[in-house]
T-cell receptor, first 113, second 114 residues
Framework: DAGVIQSPRHEVTEMGQEVTLRCKPI?????LFWYRQTMMRGLELLIY????????DSGMPEDRFSAKMPNASFSTLKIQPSEPRDSAVYFC???????????FGPGTRLLVL | DAKTTQPPSMDCAEGRAANLPCNHS???????VYWYRQIHSQGPQYIIH???NNETNEMASLIITEDRKSSTLILPHATLRDTAVYYC???????????????FGQGTILTVHP
């Protein structure tokens, strides 16, 4: 079992550039979550998908952030344009409805200069 | 979800039991207690969860008080690899559909010493 796969693991970009983070959930899982972690705010949920449909995006900071899940095995989180305050570690997690455990990926460390 | 209160940090000697407390005095009847941990530079990892009975698995034991207002996570024989931030989370199970939102607090930094 490969676990949740995220790419890239590290991303350094300049302010104003578009950033795309990718996630492959565990096969068979039907729920997917994007979290962001910073020193100031800790771990916070950005968006939650169930069966590829966005259920709760109330944590998405602003219109610069968007997330998609075109199929059960792939999701993207896009930031356009990026700003220095977006620098954080972004985690993707997946689970299966009826099982209460979320499995987290290794995260993507984003630095916006 | 109910708020939780945890000590910011704790120390433990290697080989000894680590007892991590969590206060959740406003927990409601349908809220479960979950524990996750985050080892440095890794994603959070599920440890254990329970409703009102004590639970044990290969990683830890969870002791929930009878009034459910507090709980203790026990690592019976702590090792250096158990050094991590431990998060206590209370969360509703919504019928057959598990709305999986986890609200993380600041957690407890557990340092296991040789």
């Amino acid at each position: 079992d490969a676990g949740v796969i995220q790419s890239p693991r590290h991303e350094v970009t300049e302010m104003g550039q578009e950033v795309t983070l990718r996630c492959k959930p565990i096969s068979g899982h039907n729920s997917l979550f994007w979290y962001r972690q910073t020193m100031m705010r800790g771990l916070e949920l950005l968006i939650y998908f169930n069966n590829n449909v966005p259920i709760d995006d109330s944590g998405m900071p602003e219109d610069r952030f968007s997330a998609k899940m075109p199929n059960a095995s792939f999701s993207t989180l896009k930031i356009q344009p990026s700003e220095p305050r977006d620098s954080a570690v972004y985690f993707c997690a997946s689970s299966f409805t009826g099982q209460e455990t979320q499995y987290f990926g290794p995260g993507t460390r984003l630095l916006v200069l | 979800d109910a708020k939780t209160t945890q000590p910011p940090s704790m120390d433990c000697a290697e080989g000894r039991a680590a007892n991590l407390p969590c206060n959740h005095s406003t927990i409601s009847g349908n809220e479960y207690v979950y524990w996750y941990r985050q080892i440095h530079s890794q994603g959070p990892q599920y440890i254990i969860h329970g409703l009102k009975n004590n639970e044990t698995n290969e990683m830890a034991s969870l002791i929930i008080t009878e009034d459910r207002k507090s709980s203790t996570l026990i690592l019976p024989h702590a090792t250096l690899r158990d050094t991590a931030v431990y998060y206590c989370i209370v969360r509703v199970h919504e019928g057959g559909t598990s709305y999986g939102k986890l609200t993380f607090g600041q957690g407890t930094i557990l340092t296991v010493h040789p």
